[in-house]
């Protein structure tokens, strides 16, 4: 039975039961515990967030295409199994010009966090592409951006990262054996779902670099809304619980970690790669005056180094089939003290209030900080 579509079993048990608590305890974790229940899709997930258009083409110059960058790439709309399509753009490293070298490369698939399009996570990939020296295929995920307008929700961007696998893995111009996921914030979560589902199914997948995630959607309710945890069981309906997969995964793991991260707290990160113990290679590298959204700025020439330097690890792992190289330990790379940039990446509020706001308004606060 799906509460959420049964009217009767809400207004019947749900509302009267939240209702008795805001008596006994003063209103206001019941209160919230009652929002959250109707509204935490719309809590977490942002296709339109502040003054942001939803769209990329509607973007500021430099963010609607990667043509501006005078990248190659192809856009595809993928379909997933439940027949929803999503939009996406492979952007194709051809620094080589011979063409079997450049089939040869890792391809990154790259997933976003929780607000808005792949147009303004264009700077972040253009460099992530000439630094790795990879092809990077930006997914959007549905709901989001140019993807088909289909209801956001955890289950529908697990499809989403499934059918962006399936689609890498079949590329006549993607290297199966070096297809690599990177995930920030949310996308990290949708990061070890994947990681997981293609160990299941037995799809290649050389590796998988997270950054600034968190360990649960519980445990972040339990860090941004301390009044709701005693509801959680009643009232939480969105798990992306990572800290529940990290220990089954054999595949090599990237953990970037913003030191100063001001949304999940840093001991989430820490939290996922200390439970990663199966894991064939696991690297820990820790960003010094890392933000949430900022740490790929912020951390400098040895960001990048640490990502290279990983990929060049887990795909000689993957050659050797080695199960002993990397296990149980990881290695640290200090990274340099960068300085705080304007973020070209929406940043989602983090106070409780904010968030309900958000939530309410559709996402189209007037207050935003905008696109530089």
Aim: hydrophobic residues 40%; aromatic residues 8%; glycine residues 10%.
């Amino acid at each position: 039975m799906s509460l959420m579509s049964n009217g009767g079993f809400i207004v019947s048990y749900i509302i009267p039961f939240l209702l008795k608590g805001i008596k006994l305890t003063g209103g206001l974790g019941s209160l919230i515990g009652l929002l959250l229940y109707v509204k935490q899709d719309s809590i977490l997930y942002h296709p339109t967030i502040q003054d942001l258009p939803k769209k990329p083409r509607d973007n500021p110059k430099g963010y609607c295409s990667p043509a501006e960058y005078r990248v190659p790439f192809e856009t595809h709309r993928i379909k997933c199994e439940d027949g929803v399509y999503i939009h996406s753009w492979l952007m194709q490293n051809k620094s080589n010009t011979n063409t079997h070298e450049q089939n040869m490369l890792p391809t990154i698939l790259f997933f976003h966090g929780n607000a808005g399009n792949i147009g303004i996570r264009l700077p972040n990939a253009v460099q992530m592409m000439k630094h790795l020296n990879a092809n990077i295929l930006l997914v959007e995920y549905r709901g989001f951006g140019e993807s088909d307008d289909a209801k956001v929700n955890e289950a529908g961007l697990k499809l989403d990262a499934e059918a962006a696998l399936r689609f890498a893995a079949t590329h006549t111009q993607i290297d199966p054996n070096q297809v690599f996921v990177f995930g920030r914030s949310l996308g990290g979560g949708v990061a070890f779902h994947l990681a997981h589902y293609a160990e299941q199914q037995g799809i290649s997948l050389a590796g998988v670099m997270v950054e600034n995630t968190f360990l649960s959607i519980s445990k972040m309710v339990d860090a941004l809304m301390p009044y709701v945890a005693p509801f959680k069981a009643l009232v939480l309906r969105i798990g992306w619980d990572s800290l529940e997969i990290a220990p089954r995964l054999n595949t090599p793991i990237l953990y970037l970690a913003g030191e100063a991260d001001e949304l999940v707290p840093p001991s989430h990160m820490r939290g996922l790669y200390d439970a990663s113990t199966k894991s064939r290679l696991r690297v820990w590298h820790g960003i010094k005056g890392g933000s949430h959204n900022e740490s790929w700025v912020q951390g400098g020439a040895e960001y990048w180094l640490a990502m290279r330097m990983f990929i060049e690890k887990a795909l000689a792992v993957s050659a050797s089939c080695s199960k002993s190289v990397g296990h149980g330990s990881g290695f640290e790379v200090d990274a340099l003290n960068g300085q705080p940039v304007e973020s070209s990446i929406p940043v989602m509020k983090s106070g409780l209030v904010g968030m309900l706001s958000e939530a309410f308004s559709g996402s189209n606060g007037k207050s935003a900080k905008k696109v530089t």
